[in-house]
Structure formats: C-alpha cells, structure tokens
C-alpha cells in the first residue's frame, strides 16, 4: 500500500480555541526572529573559516555535517546548525553565484522550524527554500518543494541542481507531460520540485492504483514497482498563503468521461429555457454566495415547462438543477473573465493567478451548461473517481513549512488547520515602494478615464508602468483605451500565455507600459534598468481590488524590490465587481468610499474564510467517522 494520511489534529473550538490562539501569537513573537538573527551572525562569523578551504576540503565539511545531522536528525543542536548553515552558505556561493544574506539564513532557519515565513518580494525566496530542502534532506527528510507553476518547477531545479549535488543529494523536477515511470525515479531523490497539483494527482493515483489491484496482480510487485510517490514527510511550499490558503477548499478531482446523451440534450434545452426566466420575477440572485433561488412564480412557470420537455427535466430537482446550472452560467460566468474559448473548448481562469487551467473542468453541469450558452459542442460530462483537497493534503505532511510575501493577514489561520506559525523575517534592503494614495469613483467610466490620464502622465516621465486588472476583458479594453489616446502598451493575460516570458522581461525598461492579469503579479520578478532607477523606478497601478488584500499587495510588490525606488496605486469604483458583490445598495449610497472598499473586502475575506473552516471541519468528519479504515 501507499502511504496512508495521518490522522488530522483536531479543530480547537470555545475556550480551546482562545488558548491555542495565545499559543499561535506567542510562536509569532518578536524573540524568536531576534534569536535567528544571532544564529545568522554566527553563520556569518563562521563562513570566514570556510572561504578559504578548497573546493574538495569544502565538500568533505559539508559531508560531515550531513553525516552529523543524520545522527541528530530529531533535535539539531544549534553548534551543528550553525556550522551547517556555514558550509551550506558557502557550497552555495561556490556552485550558484549567490551567497547568502543574512535575511535568508534566516528564512532557512524558520523553514527548518516549521514555520511560515513571510518574506518581502525580491528577497530571494528561491534560495532559501533551497537550503531549507537540503537541511531537510540532511536530516533523513525527503522534501518536496511545492512551487506554484511547471515553468518555476523547472527553472529551480535547474537552477538549484548543481548545488545539490555538491552536498551528496538527488534533485529532480516534476512536470505535467512527465510520464509516470520517470515520475517514480524522481520522487525516489532526496530532492523533488513539483506543483500542488501535480503532487496531489500522483497521490491520489497512487491510492486507486493499490485500491484496485487484485491479489494476483500484487505478486511479484514490490511497493517501490507500485506506487509513484514514497509518502508525505516533508514539504516546503513557496507561495504558501495561495497554496494552502486561497486553493485550500479547492478539490483536485481525477475523474474519468462517460458519454450522457441525454445530459448533452438537456443542457441544451436549458440554456433555452433560463433566456424565459425574469431576475427579479421568476428568481433571485445573491451575489456574494453566487447563488440562485426561484420564487414561487419562477417555480410554477419551471413546472409547467419541465412536463412538457420529458427526459431528465420529468424528475422535479432534476430539472431545478438542471435550470439552476444555466442561469447560474448566464448571471456569474462571463467569457473572457472566468473562462476563455480556445479551440472551440471552455478553459477555465483561474481567478487568484490568472492563468488558464485546460484540465479542469467546471463540476455538476455547469461546465456543461456553458458550453450550452456558448453554442459549442456538449462534452461528455466526468464521473468522479478521487477527490481530496489541499487542505487536507498538506495538513498530512509530517514537516510541514512554507514562504510567501503576504502571510500576516492569515497568520491566525495558519496556525488554526496547520498549526505552523507565522514569523516575519526583516527586509535585507529597507523598502523603498511610495504608496500613492487610493483614488476612488462613483463609476467605472469615470475610474477607466483617470486610469489612462494617470499612466499618461506617469508615461512622460520615462517610468514603466506595470498596469494590473481583474481579467482578461479588463485588460484588453483597457489596451484599447491606451491605443486610443496613442499609446503602446504590452498586454499579459491567459489569452497571451505564450508571451509571458518576453513580456516579462521587458515590463522594467524605460517608457515600457505592460498590462497584465494577475500573471504578472505572485512569483514574478520585474528587474528595472539602471537608468530608471533615478526617475522612480517601477510604478505599479492595481485597477481594481481583489476579494483577498493579500492580491492586491502581491500586485504591488513588483515594484520597490531589493531596495529599489518604485511606487503603486489603487482605483476602485462603487461600480466593481468586489462592492457589488458584498454591500448593499443602501452601504454603496451612504458609506465614504475608503471605508466602503474596507468593508467590501473585508466581508469578502470573512467569507471566504467560513468556507475554509467548513471544509476542515468536514475534513475533521469524515477523519473520524472513517477511522476504522486505518485499523
């Protein structure tokens, strides 16, 4: 069998709750970032020993202090790490050019304390999850490294691999198109980068391919020849608030395609049906929950209808279901915003990074029911054979840490279902991002013209300007604008994926307008000319706000990296989709507009995280309704 999920702490609640909170914000102090800061300036003491060795009497240290920290795997004495963290810092000058500041000494330290470290953008988060995996590894701990995307994957390891090797590990990466016999041989090494998504996939392969293997077919079948992955020990996630907070409820799915003529049929018919129903007569819409509910006029008028159709419709909750995914698809899906048409298929947005996710599907019709309203060909709808959430995966993970850039919002939650502290490590550079204050308007037209007069102005100066909007709709009007008023301007969405690398790279050049998704804003470095540094650096403008502020302020991190000038800005109109959603019509009248977006924002979070605690509290559940299973 393959390695089973451990048995989840439990949800605190009442009192408990209170007294485990205290315990999170006692983790979450000041002292313990003070304390890593003197074992950094050991670290720094003892490097001077280390520079002067050759390269050979340098990997005979370093394999000594792997030997060392296999013997002491459980409690690493802070001599031993502290001459580890040496020898780590100087391989990794040797082989990758970099050495190691202070700062990410540091975030090492925290990620070998299972903590979550919140680090500001451009700080070098990719080394330190470098010497947080080889600390893991030394320690007897295969890690995977869970980055967010299969491009990082592979620039990482790549990057990362020579380092590795020269302190005696395997490193390999994990991509989408990998087949799975040099999958298996990956997650062999001490050493594997890999998405959420893709580890999570192979687990869940892993459990139906046990599951479904007869006796006979396990004779003469060793674990190792049955299984891909080799349990869940250890794992740092970079991005750990999008990984393990925004994606957290979010279900990966292995399903297998079972045609359903008479589903294809109905979809169709209700895509005709829902154009007969009236908002505000036949149905509500609450926004917020997206959800819809008939009214008794709307229920009588479905009644009549669904007799007359046959099939599926005859069934009464059928039918309601089936009408329900149509209107739901007519009132909250919008091309170009949640989903793209790309050869004649629907491929989901993804709402939080922007990029476009061709193997996912949308599930209990609705995917169906957009094709539907798109006019394009009915695929066959998937049957569910595996499900898990993130959530509930990572909370498995016997060592468990993680980075990002915006974590103190959900420091709370983190330690609530991870019960992994949340620590914020000091800046090498002090930051020197200007934010210029929110401009907010009564509507959209009024806020789209203040936008393309802002980057106007700010364009004369000779700044690039890193533009970023809600969806691809967004940015492409707003290209169009520019066009209008006679400029250029580069665009970065999911519809333009293949441009991303070169847009990119150009985004930090003088005079550069660069509109984009959220693409452009977690896990991206925009690296600015020498020559803009005297005009203000990047300016970045957010042109409308996110349900999270932690996007928003991931957004606004590209700008003011390693100390460099910059600047950011936010627009908003009562008019958008996170005010509309989440205040009433009497708040949108009579609140001041800041407060308003607060409170919008705030009720969007608060939201979000209810459902979160939902699905742990379901997860919590089913752990111990189901617990016979691991007897």
């Known amino acids: 069998m393959t390695a089973q999920l451990q048995k989840l702490a439990p949800l605190h609640r009442g009192a408990d709750a209170l007294v485990y909170g205290a315990m999170g914000a006692w983790r979450r102090r000041g002292a313990t970032v003070r304390e890593w800061r003197k074992h950094a300036a050991r670290v720094e003491e003892f490097s001077s020993q280390y520079e002067a060795l050759a390269e050979a009497d340098l990997k005979e240290r370093v394999n000594l202090c792997r030997e060392r920290c296999m013997r002491k795997a459980r409690h690493l004495d802070e001599g031993l790490l502290v001459e580890t963290m040496a020898a780590l810092r100087e391989a990794a000058a040797r082989q990758l050019g970099l050495r190691a500041y202070s700062v990410q000494i540091m975030g090492a330290l925290a990620l070998n304390e299972g903590g979550l470290a919140e680090m500001a953008t451009g700080e070098g988060k990719t080394l330190v999850a470098a010497l947080g995996a080889v600390l893991n590894a030394f320690r007897g701990r295969p890690c995977h490294v869970i980055t967010v995307n299969d491009y990082l994957v592979t620039r990482d390891a790549k990057r990362m691999r020579n380092f590795f090797e020269f302190c005696g590990l395997s490193c390999g990466a994990i991509v989408a198109s990998m087949p799975p016999t040099e999958r298996r041989k990956v997650y062999r090494g001490d050493i594997t980068y890999v998405t959420s998504k893709e580890v999570l996939a192979d687990f869940l392969r892993d459990q139906l391919a046990c599951n479904q293997e007869s006796p006979s077919e396990r004779l003469g079948k060793t674990k190792r020849q049955r299984v891909l992955e080799r349990g869940l020990l250890s794992a740092i996630v970079d991005e750990a608030d999008s990984v393990l907070i925004d994606e957290a409820v979010t279900p990966l799915i292995i399903s297998q395609t079972r045609e359903n003529v008479s589903l294809s049929e109905s979809s169709q018919r209700g895509a005709t049906l829902a154009d007969q129903f009236v908002e505000g007569e036949d149905y509500e819409v609450k926004a917020s929950r997206r959800e819809i509910t008939l009214t008794k006029v709307g229920q009588r008028k479905l009644d009549d209808l669904g007799e007359d159709l046959g099939g599926l419709w005859k069934a009464p909750q059928r039918r309601w279901e089936l009408l329900r995914s149509a209107l739901v698809a007519i009132t909250f899906y919008e091309k170009d915003k949640q989903y793209l048409i790309k050869d004649g298929k629907v491929v989901i947005v993804d709402e939080f990074t922007g990029r476009p996710m061709p193997q996912r599907t949308w599930r209990q019709g609705l995917h169906q029911a957009i094709e539907a309203k798109e ?35 959900a420091a709370s939650e983190f330690w609530h279902i991870y019960q992994r502290p949340v620590v914020r490590i000091p800046v090498n550079r002090p930051c020197q991002r200007c934010t210029v204050p929110v401009r907010a308007f009564r509507d959209r037209d009024e806020k789209w013209k203040a936008v393309v007069e802002s980057i106007c102005e700010i364009h004369e100066t000779g700044r690039p300007i890193l533009v970023g909007t809600r969806n691809v709709e967004a940015s492409e009007q707003l290209s169009q604008r520019l066009l209008e008023a006679g400029l250029v301007c580069q665009v970065l969405n999911a519809a333009r994926l293949a441009e991303e690398a070169l847009v990119i790279a150009k985004a930090g050049e003088a005079g550069r307008i660069t509109i984009a998704t959220n693409m452009a804003g977690r896990g991206t470095d925009i690296v600015i000319d020498r020559d803009v540094v005297d005009k203000g650096g990047l300016h970045v403008m957010a042109t409308e706000a996110h349900e999270s502020s932690r996007i928003d302020r991931q957004l606004f991190g590209r700008a003011g990296r390693q100390g460099d000038p910059g600047s950011s800005q936010l627009f908003f109109s009562l008019e958008d989709e996170l005010v509309q959603n989440h205040l009433s019509v009497r708040e949108r009248q009579w609140l001041p507009m800041g407060k308003a977006l607060r409170k919008a924002q705030t009720r969007a979070q608060r939201q979000a995280y209810q459902k979160r605690r939902r699905v742990l509290q379901m997860d919590d559940w089913l752990d111990n309704a189901l617990s016979f299973a691991s007897s």
């Open 375 to 409: 006019g394009l060909e009915i695929t066959a709808p998937s049957e569910t054979v595996a499900r898990m959430s993130f959530q509930r995966f990572f909370r498995s993970y016997r060592y468990l840490s993680g980075m990002t850039g915006t974590a103190r919002e």
